[in-house]
């Protein structure tokens, strides 16, 4: 476990705030992106097996039911099992209280009571795509032909839905290396020297 910060070093003040759901213009811009990952994977998901194999019924219409059932169960786990990995993070690096919540637009996990280091937030951002993409990319491959798109669509929402994450790294890595970043959910705090 690393050390919690919860004061700011003498001398940091607020200077950038990335709030997407305020800030509608770039929420749209990264909605945009997840959708065009989404439909690219879509196409790659088509090349390897073709979604005619998930309204297949040669299984019955049970087995058919039961794939539709397991992609709307595992797509509602996907959502929380990704923020608790955020929240896993955020622990580790000393967090005591995370808040979990949904906005109607996201699903988050945040503390207001924390600060974390530049690199210690790109791992706690980025660890549901990391985390997530080594366990259901194999398994898209290890489960039935039948069973692909079960799996290979919950593999789409999750590297589409990682998008927020990524562009909150990516808008992040130019800031210097001593700033510290504050993320209550949708809205990240970064705070450097004056």
């Known amino acids: 476990m690393r050390q919690r910060v919860t004061e700011l070093p003498a001398g940091y ?8 759901q305020k800030d509608k213009k770039t929420a749209l811009k990264v909605n945009l992106w997840g959708a065009a990952i989404g439909v690219v994977l879509l196409v790659i998901g088509w090349l390897v097996v073709t979604p005619a194999s998930l309204f297949d ?9 039961l ?20 929240a896993a993070v955020m622990k580790h690096y000393g967090s005591e209280k995370v808040r979990f919540g949904f ?12 600060y974390f280091g530049k690199k210690p937030y790109a791992v706690i951002a980025l660890a549901p795509l990391a985390v997530w993409t080594l366990i259901l990319t194999p398994v898209c491959f290890l489960v039935p032909q039948d069973w692909f798109w079960v799996v290979w669509l919950i593999e789409i929402t999750h590297l589409s839905g990682c998008i927020g994450d990524i562009y909150v790294t990516l808008r992040l890595r130019c800031e210097p290396e001593d700033i510290y ?4 959910g949708v ?3 970064v705070f450097g020297k004056k």
């Open 13 to 20: 003040r607020q200077y950038l705030t990335i709030d997407l």
């Open 187 to 189: 809205k990240m705090t």
């Open 103 to 114: 906005t109607g637009m996201y699903a988050y996990a945040g503390s207001e009571a924390d």
């Open 181 to 184: 970043v504050m993320d209550t």
């Open 57 to 65: 019924m040669q299984g019955g219409l049970g087995a058919y039911v």
């Open 67 to 86: 794939r539709f059932a397991v992609i709307m169960a595992g797509l509602l786990a996907y959502v929380v099992l990704h923020e608790l990995t955020h």
